[in-house]
């Protein structure tokens, strides 16, 4: 069966506009939408705090994935990203050389939210830039925002649950 990863993507989208611009909730619970072999469809949200909770998730959702025989699934959550040199990069490109690097550490960082959808094979990243209003820091609309570059596509465990 192919999966609409687009429309998986445009539900995400939907989702966080409901969220943050029509109900003007403070923020976005990290959430995952998760599709069996059956069609059948499964909506967890799963809170975090730290990276080890990060790591945490990562693993109880990818082990429940596979006990839902999940086929495709789209994440959506809050995130901060900032433009990094490539010589910033350690070896192995999987992270930053100088964890202050990092976006959270930046000031010239930026508030998106970002999701992904992902099959076994295929995975579809989008990102939408948070528009708040200047005097009460509310958020008034969320902005899609292209990668840096037409063919990048982000990396890391989100995308690789399935795998």
Known sequence: ????????????????????????MR??????????????????????EDDADKERVHKHMRSHMRKL?????????????ASVDIDEIDATGQGLKDPMRRPVHRGDRQ???IACASTATETHWRQWRIVREPTTEIIVDLKLKAFP???Y????????MLK
């Open 153 to 160: 596509q982000p990396q890391g465990w989100l995308a690789d």
């Open 69 to 81: 025989g999940v086929i495709a699934y789209s994440f959506i959550t809050e995130a901060w990203t």
């Open 1 to 24: 069966m192919k999966m609409p990863l687009d429309s998986l993507l445009e539900l995400a989208g939907k989702h966080a506009r409901t969220v943050l611009v029509d109900i003007k």
């Open 111 to 113: 508030e998106v939210v």
């Open 27 to 48: 923020g976005l619970m990290p959430t995952w939408l998760l599709i069996n072999q059956t069609g059948n469809v499964m909506i967890v949200g799963t809170p975090w």
């Open 149 to 151: 570059e037409s063919d």
